[in-house]
């Protein structure tokens, strides 16, 4: 199987917390600084639905009139000139407005859906007909290594940005997919009880090993932390 090179990237706080009033409200050129890194890291950017489903989802679209469609679970093979927006979505939680996701200001990005065959019929023709690109990786939980194979062949994708949550980040890091780990901190502690970088669902200890590579200090007193994969 072939893989692109992944690269997880994320903006904490200093006590690793990953959400939070810190990120928009007292740092908006190290938020800035992010996205910047984000497309220059890969000509991919993914996360899990639960996040996508925040930001993104538009709740409003009605997919009941797609009830009685027939899905041939085949993939949807779309190439596009811009980046990819990668939504792994086992269930077809996220409703997407648009094929093209307007993240940050003015930046186009392609959809791109990777789901199941868990997923409803009426879901998986809701994208068709948005024209929405989607593959299967999985009967009813998504397997990362032939997802990622299929970003790599189907798409031409070879760096791909991992930005979140806790939860699909620990799968990456589970499956030993994880090439680099970009970590962002912004100086402030955020005290709550939100997410960090990595957490497993059971919550049983995940240790990972990664080598230090380098440390940069960024503007507004934030620092870039990179660790690589040991060999």
Do not use: C
Request: charge should be negative.
């Amino acid at each position: 199987m072939f893989k692109p090179y992944v690269s997880l990237l994320m903006l904490t706080s200093i006590d690793g917390k990953i959400d939070g009033s810190f990120i928009d409200d007292y740092n908006q050129e190290l938020g800035d600084y992010y996205e910047e890194l984000k497309l220059e890291i890969s000509n991919a950017w993914g996360n899990g639905s639960a996040t996508h489903k925040i930001y993104f989802s538009d709740e409003t679209a009605d997919i009941s009139k797609y009830k009685n469609s027939k899905a041939d679970y085949e993939d949807n093979i779309i190439k596009s000139e811009f980046p990819y927006v990668v939504s792994f979505d086992t269930v077809g939680k996220v409703k997407w407005k648009d094929n093209l996701l307007i993240y940050p200001e003015n930046i186009k990005n392609q959809v791109l859906v990777v789901t199941t065959k868990k997923a409803p019929s009426e879901y998986i023709a809701y994208l068709k007909e948005k024209k929405i690109a989607y593959i299967f990786a999985g009967e009813e939980k998504i397997d990362l290594n032939i997802a990622l194979d299929k970003l790599y062949r189907l798409f031409d994708i070879k760096k791909f940005a991992l930005t979140g949550g806790a939860t699909i980040n620990a799968e990456f890091f589970r499956e030993n997919l994880v090439d680099e780990i970009n970590i962002m901190i912004a100086p402030f502690i955020d005290g709550s009880k939100n997410a960090t970088i990595s957490e497993t669902v059971d919550g049983k200890s995940l240790t990972k090993e990664f080598k230090f590579s380098e440390v940069k200090k960024l503007k507004n007193d934030g620092l870039l932390l990179v660790y690589k994969k040991l060999n």
